[in-house]
């Protein structure tokens, strides 16, 4: 890779710095919730992003904020809550972040977010030997969505002119139970986990109509707290430059 020809002074500290983790000097003085410690928020009932496998937690968002902890020189912690007890603890100032958070007008007046990592669609699917072809076909049929998830919201506001059954569910697995014996019609989702979850169970999924909205996912913090959240896109920005978040991508979506 060709070096960018600038002063010598400043390309030996860039290079001094890197190799000293770069931001981890924030350490100390982040504007975190604990000193020393990036507590962050998670809902381990959405895989790939956040589960537990024997016991332990799994998944992209567990592995992503363990670099950007790192990165930062600070002791990730992960607490527990539901989806939506994770934003409610946020805003209390409870937590320091959420990862892989939709951004949306409505939350950006609640919060902020760092820069977007992920880009999806949300999507309707249903599966390859449905007849259903088109919205208006899911008049008076059961629709899944993620309890108080964006996709939940999106769900009631695009398919509101419509008299589908939108039912909502704590947890991918009673879902995907409901799915398995053939409760459900269709499954308002993104691209990302429809995919995933198409490939895992084996599952001829399709959408209707096509890709309908762009969805970015980014780490939200707390309304204000703009010294965490450059922080944070400092983090992401260097793992973007190193391929890690590439890498990231690559373990747990394809």
Not at 163 to 188: C, F, H, Q, R, W
Not at 196 to 223: C, F, G, P, Q
Request: proline share 4%; glycine share 6%.
């Amino acid at each position: 890779m060709k070096i960018p020809e600038i002063p010598v002074i400043i390309a030996s500290i860039l290079i001094i710095t890197s190799f000293s983790g770069c931001i981890s000097s924030y350490g100390m003085d982040s504007d975190t919730v604990t000193p020393g410690v990036l507590t962050i928020g998670i809902t381990p009932s959405l895989p790939p992003l956040e589960y537990y496998e024997n016991g332990e937690l799994k998944g992209y968002d567990i592995d992503l904020m363990k670099e950007i902890a790192y990165k930062m020189g600070l002791k990730p912690e992960f607490k527990i809550y539901s989806y939506e007890g994770a934003q409610k603890a946020l805003l209390n100032g409870e937590i320091d972040c959420i990862p892989s958070t939709a951004i949306s007008p409505e939350r950006k007046e609640k919060m902020d977010f760092s820069r977007a990592y992920v880009q999806t669609y949300m999507v309707i699917a249903v599966f390859e030997s449905s007849s259903y072809r088109e919205i208006k076909d899911l008049n008076g049929k059961n629709v899944a969505v993620i309890k108080n998830t964006y996709t939940e919201d999106w769900a009631n506001f695009y398919l509101g002119s419509t008299t589908a059954n939108i039912k909502p569910y704590e947890s991918v697995d009673s879902l995907m139970s409901d799915v398995e014996s053939g409760n459900l019609d269709a499954v308002v989702t993104d691209q990302i986990h429809m995919d995933y979850y198409a490939h895992k169970n084996n599952l001829d999924a399709r959408m209707i109509s096509e890709k309908i909205t762009i969805i970015y996912w980014a780490i939200a913090v707390k309304k204000g707290n703009n010294g965490l959240q450059d922080q944070i896109n400092d983090a992401l920005f260097e793992l973007e430059e190193d391929e890690a978040l590439y890498e990231l991508r690559n373990k747990w979506y394809d």
